[in-house]
Antibody, heavy 120, light 108 residues
Framework: EVQLLESGGGLVQPGGSLRLSCAAS????????MSWVRQAPGKGLEWVSA????????YYADSVKGRFTISRDNSKNTLYLQMNSLRAEDTAAYYC?????????????WGQGTLVTVSS | EIVLTQSPGTLSLSPGERATLSCRAS???????LAWFQQKPGQAPRLLIY???SRATGIPDRFSGSGSGTDFTLTISRLEPEDFAVYYC?????????FGQGTKVEIK
């Protein structure tokens, strides 16, 4: 059974940094693309970032480009999202999602999310 | 960036009724990369349909997807109590993923 467990969320001041983690199990992590998707309180879903299975290729939404960095450690079965220069509008639940193949296209399995609150 | 517009915003129906949800794209979307998700309060999204019409593993056959080009539809043939939720369409194009704003299916 695919399991994705996000962690690292919390309260951070504007301009601060946070690193999210997503621990994966139940599948061969190194064979699948991964992604982060967020949802602001009471709002819809917004794609944030994605990475290929190898981690060589990465993609970012314009809203986070230059501030967020996606990475993965295939030896630890873990996906990361380093978030810098955080803004109030980054407040959201952040979900990690598993792709269907090694190339990012569709997101089949999702974790339960971790909440990030950016506030002074 | 391809914008997805879902309608209606809210659908008020009774259990047993048929639900028809629409997703319209600002430009043509590949059928292969059109998906539908269900989300219940406090839960993560769950994939229902991918490739516009293929049901994900474990999804009941009362859920079906159709459409092509810029117009896609999710149909729930007979609503069960557990189907009342928010539904999102999603597309992938040119290394970008966008979601519709969601349709809430509520109990009438």
């Amino acid at each position: 059974e695919v399991q994705l467990l996000e962690s690292g969320g919390g309260l951070v001041q504007p301009g601060g940094s946070l690193r999210l983690s997503c621990a994966a199990s139940g599948f061969t992590f190194s064979s699948y693309a991964m992604s982060w998707v967020r949802q602001a309180p009471g709002k819809g879903l917004e794609w944030v970032s994605a990475t290929s299975a190898s981690g060589v290729t990465t993609y970012y939404a314009d809203s986070v480009k230059g501030r967020f960095t996606i990475s993965r450690d295939n030896s630890k079965n873990t996906l990361y999202l380093q978030m810098n220069s955080l803004r109030a509008e980054d407040t959201a639940a952040y979900y990690c999602a598993k792709g269907r193949t090694d190339i990012p296209t569709l997101w089949f399995d999702w974790g339960q999310g971790t909440l990030v609150t950016v506030s002074s | 960036e391809i914008v997805l517009t879902q309608s209606p915003g809210t659908l008020s129906l009774s259990p047993g009724e048929r639900a028809t949800l629409s997703c319209r794209a600002s430009q043509s979307v590949s059928r292969s990369y059109l998906a539908w998700f269900q989300q219940k309060p406090g839960q993560a999204p769950r994939l229902l349909i991918y490739g516009a019409s293929s049901r994900a593993t474990g999804i009941p056959d009362r859920f079906s997807g159709s459409g092509s080009g810029t117009d896609f539809t999710l149909t729930i043939s007979r609503l069960e109590p557990e189907d009342f939720a928010v539904y999102y369409c999603q597309q992938y194009d040119s290394s970008r993923w966008t979601f519709g704003q969601g349709t809430k299916v509520e109990i009438k």
